[in-house]
C-alpha cells in the first residue's frame, strides 16, 4: 500500500520543475514587445525621413537653413502614421506584435490623408516663418511674435494629433479630423503643451546628434504623444461626455453594441 509523505509545517511548497508561471511570463513578453517596437520604430521613421535625416547628418548649421529642412519634413507625418500604426498594434497584440508589418500597413494606408497633411503644415509653418523674420525688425515685433510663435505651435500640435487620428478613424474624411484635432488641441492644451515639449527634444537630440538622436530619441516619446492623442480623442467621443455630441458629427466613433443593434434590425423587421 502507497503512503502518502505529507511536508513539514512551515516548509514551502516545492515547485514542479519546467513549469512558467504565466505572470511573469506575460510580463518579459510585454517588455521586449515595447524595446522591439521602439528600436523597429526609430529605424523605419529613419528609413521614412531619409533625406532629412542624410542632411540633417550632412549640414553644419541647419537652423542657418530652416526653409529646405523645414520642406524636407513634409515626409514625417506619413511616418507619423506608420509609427502610430505600430503602437497600436502593440497595443492590441502586447507580446505577439510586428511592428514591422504594423508600420508599413499604416504608412500606406493613411498616406491619403497623411501626405496632404504634412504640405498643409509646411506651407503654413514656411509662411509663418517668412512672417517672423520680417517681423523681427518692425517695431509692433513685441505683439505680432508672440502672435506667430503660438500659431505655430498650434499648427504643429494640430498635425501631430492629427496624423494620430488618421491611424484611429481610418474612414474619416481630412478635414473632419483636422477640426476636431483644432478643438482637442485647444480643449486639452495641457497635453498640447506636454506633446511640443517631447518634439521639442526630439528636435534637439536629431539637430545635436542625428544619428544617434534619430536612433533612440524618438520613438519612446513618440509614444506617450500618441498615448495622449488617443486618449483626448477616445474622453472626447465617450457617450458620457458632454464633447460626445460636438465631434460625433464629425467623426464616427465605431461601436460594437451599436453594429450589433443595426445588423439585428432587418432581421426583426
Not at 86 to 110: E, I, M, T
Request: glycine residues 8%; positive net charge.
Amino acid at each position: 500500500m502507497n503512503t502518502v509523505q505529507e511536508e513539514p509545517r512551515g516548509t514551502k511548497p516545492r515547485r514542479r520543475a519546467g513549469r512558467i508561471h504565466g505572470a511573469g511570463f506575460e510580463t518579459f513578453g510585454s517588455i521586449f514587445g515595447f524595446i522591439y517596437t521602439f528600436l523597429a520604430g526609430n529605424v523605419l521613421l529613419a528609413l521614412a525621413n531619409a533625406p532629412l535625416v542624410l542632411c540633417l547628418a550632412l549640414v553644419a548649421d541647419p537652423v542657418a537653413a530652416w526653409p529646405f529642412f523645414l520642406t524636407l519634413s513634409v515626409t514625417v507625418p506619413p511616418s507619423l502614421a506608420g509609427l502610430f500604426a505600430s503602437f497600436q498594434a502593440l497595443n492590441d497584440d502586447g507580446a505577439a506584435v510586428k511592428p514591422v508589418a504594423s508600420f508599413l500597413r499604416g504608412y500606406v494606408g493613411g498616406f491619403r490623408r497623411a501626405a496632404p497633411l504634412g504640405l498643409a503644415a509646411v506651407a503654413v509653418l514656411l509662411f509663418l516663418g517668412v512672417d517672423l523674420s520680417i517681423t523681427l525688425s518692425m517695431p509692433a515685433a513685441a505683439v505680432l511674435v508672440p502672435i506667430i510663435v503660438v500659431a505655430a505651435a498650434v499648427t504643429v500640435a494640430v498635425t501631430v494629433t492629427a496624423s494620430a487620428g488618421v491611424v484611429l478613424f481610418p474612414e474619416t474624411g481630412l478635414k473632419a479630423l483636422l477640426k476636431a484635432a483644432l478643438y482637442l488641441c485647444v480643449q486639452r492644451w495641457y497635453l498640447s503643451l506636454a506633446a511640443l515639449v517631447l518634439l521639442g527634444i526630439i528636435a534637439s537630440a536629431a539637430l545635436l546628434q542625428p544619428v544617434l538622436g534619430v536612433a533612440l530619441a524618438p520613438a519612446p516619446l513618440l509614444f506617450v504623444v500618441w498615448s495622449n492623442s488617443a486618449y483626448a480623442f477616445h474622453g472626447a467621443l465617450h457617450p458620457a461626455s458632454w464633447k460626445h455630441q460636438k465631434l460625433t458629427t464629425e467623426i464616427r466613433c465605431p461601436s460594437p453594441l451599436l453594429e450589433q443593434k443595426q445588423a439585428s434590425k432587418p432581421l426583426q423587421q
